[in-house]
């Protein structure tokens, strides 16, 4: 899709050039931003000038990825296993000129509820760093980050710099589970679960507007699981689209939720 309406380009080098002048918007990707019009827009502001790092090791066996790290860049980052984020990158069904340059914040940015970057790293604890227009920063967690379908906590002047995933949830065992109306169809719902010392931790999106985490015991039965899932997720409303009504996402979410928690404790003491 062209941006008929598109004036100016620039390149963003420093904190000062993300200033964004009227009718300007943030370029990184661009695969959604070009993918449908967007006649307001007059201006834009190459984020990947900036030259950050894709990833970057943190303290502790923590990761950090820039806003600006492509889907492809996510997979070939070094994970303790590469499983999961081969795994949430599939969930998106993109071909592979695509995931070379979808970003992981273009991906937050968006809060779409089938995003598979917000579920990748809601589900290890993310937090996002913003850079503010005073020249500070601000964190949030990405479950917090993420408030709806369409809606983030992105205020204005505002810019995503990356997202900081934490050592410890890196490293405990996970398990994926997805359902699609069809093989190849967006995802409607999508449950990761990873495992602690005394509880699953399980992530649910697609089937809801925004994340919902929980945790739940280890030792907690089937029943008990679909229950603890079915409540936290009827709280936030079950979402509902072309790719799926409520009825069939909420069945879906706690068969997926009651099978990854399954598969994680399995032969537990």
Known sequence: MDLARVETYRGAHDRE??????????????????????????????????RWEPWEALPGGGLRLAAT????????????????AEQCADALLMPFTVQSAATVGGNLCLGLPAGAMIALTAALAGEVVLLTPDGGQRHAAVTDFVQGAGAVDLRPGEVLRCVELPGPALRQAN????????????????????????????TVTASVPRPVVLAVAATATGTAVRRAVADACGSVGWFADLHGATDWRAAQTVRLAAEVHAELTEGAA
């Open 175 to 202: 398990a994926v589970r997805r359902a699609a109306l069809t093989t190849y169809g967006r995802s409607a719902a999508l449950v990761i679960g990873r495992r602690s010392a005394e509880s699953v931790v399980l």
């Open 69 to 84: 790290c492509t889907v492809e860049q996510v997979r070939s980052a070094p994970w303790p296993s590469s499983a999961l």
């Open 17 to 50: 050039d993300l200033r964004l002048r009227p009718g300007e918007r943030l370029l990184a990707g661009g695969t959604w931003l070009f993918s449908e019009p967007q006649p307001e827009v007059t201006g834009l502001v190459d984020l990947t000038t900036m």
